[in-house]
C-alpha cells in the first residue's frame, strides 16, 4: 500500500515536499516514481527512483524537482522546488519491480495548489 501526504497551498517560488509511505513490502525493492495528474492534463511522470537509487528525470521536467529514500521510514519523497502555478495537480506515487517508469501499485494522490 501507498500512501501519500505533504500537499497542500504554495505560494510561486516555494518549495514542498511530499511523502509516499509504503507498507506491506520494502519500498526499497521497488522502482518508485511520482507522478501528476492535472486538470484537463494526461498523467505525466515526474520523477522515478531505481532499486540501485538512481534516478530517472523524464525529458520534459525542468530539473526543479528530486526524489530520495528514507529506508528506515519505508518511505520515498518528491522534492519540489521554485513552484509555478502550471505545477497545480494532483501527485501520485506508484511502485513496480519492472523500472521506470512504475505502474504496478498505486496511491491515491495528494492535491498541490501553486498560487498566490
Known amino acids: 500500500q501507498l500512501v501519500e501526504s505533504g500537499g497542500g497551498l504554495v505560494q510561486p517560488g516555494g518549495s514542498l515536499r511530499l511523502s509516499c509511505a509504503a507498507s506491506?513490502?520494502?519500498?526499497?525493492?521497488?522502482?518508485i516514481a511520482w507522478y501528476r495528474r492535472a486538470p484537463g492534463k494526461e498523467r505525466e511522470g515526474v520523477v522515478c527512483?531505481?532499486?540501485?537509487?538512481?534516478?530517472y528525470e523524464p525529458p520534459a521536467m525542468e530539473g526543479r524537482f528530486s526524489i530520495s529514500r528514507d529506508s528506515a521510514k519505508n518511505t520515498v519523497y518528491l522534492h519540489m522546488n521554485y513552484l509555478k502555478p502550471e505545477d497545480t495537480a494532483v501527485y501520485l506515487c506508484?511502485?513496480?519491480?519492472?523500472?521506470?517508469?512504475?505502474?504496478?501499485?498505486w496511491g491515491q494522490g495528494t492535491q498541490v495548489t501553486v498560487s498566490s
Open positions: 506508484a511502485a513496480g519491480t519492472f523500472g521506470c517508469l512504475p505502474t504496478e501499485y
Open positions: 506491506g513490502d520494502r519500498a526499497d525493492n521497488y522502482y
Open positions: 527512483i531505481r532499486t540501485d537509487n538512481s534516478i
